[in-house]
């Protein structure tokens, strides 16, 4: 092969391919193959490294160093040459190793005899297994064909090492995906939740990754490509005049489908003895390696459709579809890169829990599994490909934990919490009708947030007394197009229904920001959070508001109606958002329509500026509701999005409680009704604190009346308030130390 033909490397391929066909026990093949692979090349050296665990590489077999560093020299990632391919997943090929960057003299190998070093990454769909090393006395750099020829048999160890044709006796390798890993992330959704794993895409298993018909693998490759093609342009017709983001995708789509450079690599590595399929999945694992060290966005974005269009031709390919025919697991864990809030939809509450590689805690797949209270974990890096279909899996949503395959004392420790939280859930259930009053006889309302049909049966479940926030975007949400004015109707109909009476207060349309609309205009915004977004998108296009004020009307027909504006900066916004209330009704009177019974139209208070408006705004106003995670985020200056800040400042700072407090003395003025509805209402503590501060309407999460109610039952408000005064007189910067301090002494 130190000529580079395509002969050398497809006899190379060939002996693998017996190799994995042989009784040897996992150590020996290995050892077989790199003496397989140090004959053909024609080098003195070959060595395999791989992962003992995520840090650690291991020399797991040689032919050319010392047999008595094998399973004794390891190296840590980015340590040495060898350290250095791993963690770059880029080759190193050099004729001087010794004077190469990095370079790292391990004396129990006896490497110091050879001078040229190339290192290959072996790699799995962007799973790092190891690296492939060959070494030689000669001076000299490995031609391109060389490491072409290096890179194709990496990848072919690579899906060996997924087949476990390296595990058993005197195993050079634990099982890939047998042992258990914990892995970090953010929680999203907080609960915990023991299921099986159940991947939303399930990976394409390459069982066949070396052929020795060239011709017939490219005569393969060429009709899976040119059905994925025609895939793509029946895609293409009919999302025409759709949603130009989507078509953008698409057009993506065609010309990666199209691309020679993909086409010609491809083939290349056919000719060299690769699979049809295993050749789209080499690309498929470079294309990933590179994701992981672009940063441009833009670029990321394409280096995925270039990913989710080979899944597609591997789909093709192997004839595995989406399901892999596999049933949904009695307790499933929904583990996925990204999801949709549609495609969440429709596993509902079936699922125990969901584990995203990506996804953000503000994403709309989030407000789903938040709304159905399903534990969810996001920004777990290697999931996806750590996790197989029907895996046993533990989800800690409070602390972004995944515990994946886990060890008997681990399960056992999380099974506790989850007992200790089902017996919770019993004592809330048995306060469930109580009045919230405090010791000190303080009446509290705690009501829901809801915004999805599935959570209407909380508001029973739960002993709401009613919905404080019905966010309506999520309706728009998770549709492809604007629904119809008779749809909101027939669904604002049900929610009021479903309430039998108790009152639900809806939040117009809140989008802008981290909620777009799959169909409407997307505008680039260099800050969306400070940009075109709920209210100021409802006053400049009226048409959209004017229609759900008229389906919110038509659906109470004659039943009070509370509306609510989200995010009024400043008064006359709320103003001019009322008057189009009043024309609503008018319009709605003379076409007949019956009125509601009572009609109360609130404001939203997310931006410090609106708890300074003039007294006519508080008198005017029916209610108000402080968004406690929009206000939050513009008080402190802190992006409710961005992990970096987000929880740096506490809700308990005694310049936010001072804020609060003020809000509260603005309402009492002209005795405005105020709630809070941000997430921190339904935070034990904080929901103390806030009530302590004089609110008296807290809107939270479902499964959070329970614990808040527990605590406020307990609660003499009026010696809290001290305790936050005092902390507040002797300078501290947030009060939570004394108040965690002050219910411990409660017991
Ligand atoms: C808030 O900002 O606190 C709020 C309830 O609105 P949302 O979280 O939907 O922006
Ligand atoms: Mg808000």
Same mark, same amino acid.
């Given at each position: 092969m130190a000529d580079g033909t395509e002969t050398e490397s497809r006899k190379l391929l060939g002996r693998l391919r017996e190799e994995m066909a042989s009784e040897a026990a996992g150590q020996e093949r290995l050892d077989r193959i790199t003496h397989l692979i140090a004959d053909s090349i024609r080098a003195e050296v070959c060595s395999v490294y791989l992962f003992r665990d995520e840090d650690t590489l291991e020399l797991c077999a040689t032919e050319g160093l010392a047999p008595e560093a094998v399973h004794k020299t390891r190296m840590r990632m980015g340590e040495g040459l060898v350290g250095r391919v791993a963690q770059s997943g880029k080759v190193v090929n050099t004729p001087d190793a010794p004077s190469a960057k990095g370079f790292r003299y391990m004396p129990e190998t006896g490497e110091e005899r050879f001078s040229s070093f190339l290192g290959v990454p072996v790699q799995r769909l962007g799973e790092k297994l190891g690296v492939l090393v060959v070494q030689s006395r000669e001076a000299r750099r490995f031609s391109a064909d060389e490491v072409y020829a290096l890179e194709v048999v990496a990848?072919?160890?690579?899906?060996?090492? #997924? $087949? +476990?044709?390296? %595990?058993?006796?005197?195993?050079? $390798?634990?099982?890939?995906?047998?042992?258990?890993?914990?892995?970090?992330?953010?929680?999203?959704?907080? +609960?915990?939740? #023991? +299921?099986? %794993?159940? $991947?939303? /895409?399930? !990976?394409?298993?390459?069982?066949?990754? =070396?052929?020795?018909?060239?011709? !017939? /693998? !490219? #005569?393969r490759l060429n009709e899976a490509v040119e059905e994925l093609r025609v895939g793509v342009d029946k895609m293409l017709e009919i999302s025409q005049g759709g949603d130009k983001e989507q078509l953008q995708v698409l057009e993506a789509y065609r010309m990666f489908a199209n691309s020679k450079g993909w086409m010609r690599r491809m083939e290349e590595d056919i000719a060299l003895g690769l699979s049809a399929e295993a050749a789209v999945e080499k690309e498929q694992s470079q294309a990933r390696a590179r994701m992981g060290q672009v940063t441009d966005p833009y670029l990321r974005e394409r280096l995925a459709d270039l990913d989710d269009l080979s899944n597609r031709l591997l789909r093709i390919l192997t004839g595995q579809g989406n399901t892999n025919g596999a049933d949904l697991p009695p307790d499933p864990i929904l583990i996925a890169r990204n999801i949709g809030p549609g495609d969440l939809l429709e596993y509902g509450r079936s699922l125990k829990g969901i584990v995203l590689e990506e996804g953000s805690v503000g994403s709309h797949a989030t407000i789903v599994a938040r709304a159905l209270a399903i534990p969810l974990v996001v920004h777990v890096g290697r999931i996806t490909t750590e996790a197989l279909n029907g895996d046993h899996i533990l989800v800690d949503g409070d602390q972004g934990i995944v515990h994946l395959r886990p060890e008997d004392t681990v399960a056992n420790a999380v099974r506790d919490k989850i007992a200790m939280q089902a017996k919770a859930q019993e004592r809330y259930a048995s306060i469930r009708e109580t009045p919230t009053v405090t010791r000190d006889g303080e009446r509290i309302n705690l009501v829901m947030n809801a915004g999805l049909m599935a959570d209407l049966p909380s508001l029973n479940n739960s002993g709401a007394e009613g919905v404080g926030l019905f966010r309506t975007e999520l309706q728009f949400l998770i549709r492809n197009q604007m629904p119809k004015r008779s749809e909101l109707v027939t669904q604002y109909q049900r929610v009021l229904d479903a309430a039998e009476g108790k009152r639900? =207060?809806? !939040?117009? $349309?809140? =989008? +802008?920001?981290?909620?777009?609309l799959p169909y409407m205009k997307h505008v680039a915004e260099p800050n969306p959070a400070l940009g075109w977004r709920a209210i100021r998108v409802g006053l400049d296009k009226r048409g959209v508001m004017r229609m759900q004020l008229q389906a919110l009307l038509r659906a109470a027909n004659g039943r009070p109606l509370s509306i609510m504006f989200p995010f009024v900066a400043q008064a006359d916004e709320f103003y001019e958002a009322r008057w189009e209330v009043n024309k609503t009704i008018e319009r709605e009177k003379r076409l007949g329509h019956i009125l509601p019974e009572t009609l109360e139209v609130g404001a939203m208070? /997310?931006?410090?500026?609106?708890?300074?408006?003039?007294?006519?705004?508080?008198? /005017?106003v029916d209610f108000v509701s402080v968004g406690g995670n929009d206000l939050k985020q513009f008080f402190f200056a802190a992006d409710r999005e961005n992990e970096l800040v987000r929880r740096r400042y506490d809700t308990l700072n005694v310049s936010f409680l001072s804020f609060i407090a003020q809000i509260v003395e603005r309402c009492n003025s002209s005795n405005t009704p105020l709630s809070f509805c941000g997430e921190d209402a339904g935070r034990p503590v904080e929901a103390l604190c806030l009530a302590a501060m004089g609110i008296r309407t807290l809107s939270m999460r479902p499964a959070s009346i329970g614990p808040v109610k527990s605590v406020l039952l307990r609660a003499d408000l009026q010696s809290l308030r001290k305790i936050i005064a005092d902390a507040r007189h002797r300078g501290e910067q947030s009060v939570r130390p004394a108040v965690m301090e002050w219910l411990r002494n409660q017991g």
């Open positions: 990848m072919v160890l690579a899906e060996m090492a #997924e $087949l +476990g044709a390296f %595990v058993g006796e005197g195993a050079a $390798l634990s099982p890939l995906h047998q042992q258990s890993v914990q892995l970090s992330g953010g929680p999203a959704q907080e +609960g915990y939740a #023991e +299921g099986h %794993v159940w $991947l939303h /895409e399930p !990976r394409v298993v390459v069982t066949n990754p =070396i052929a020795d018909d060239p011709h !017939r /693998e !490219r #005569e639900v =207060i809806f !939040r117009t $349309l809140d =989008i +802008g920001s981290d909620k777009v208070l /997310e931006t410090p500026s609106l708890a300074f408006a003039p007294q006519k705004f508080f008198d /005017e």
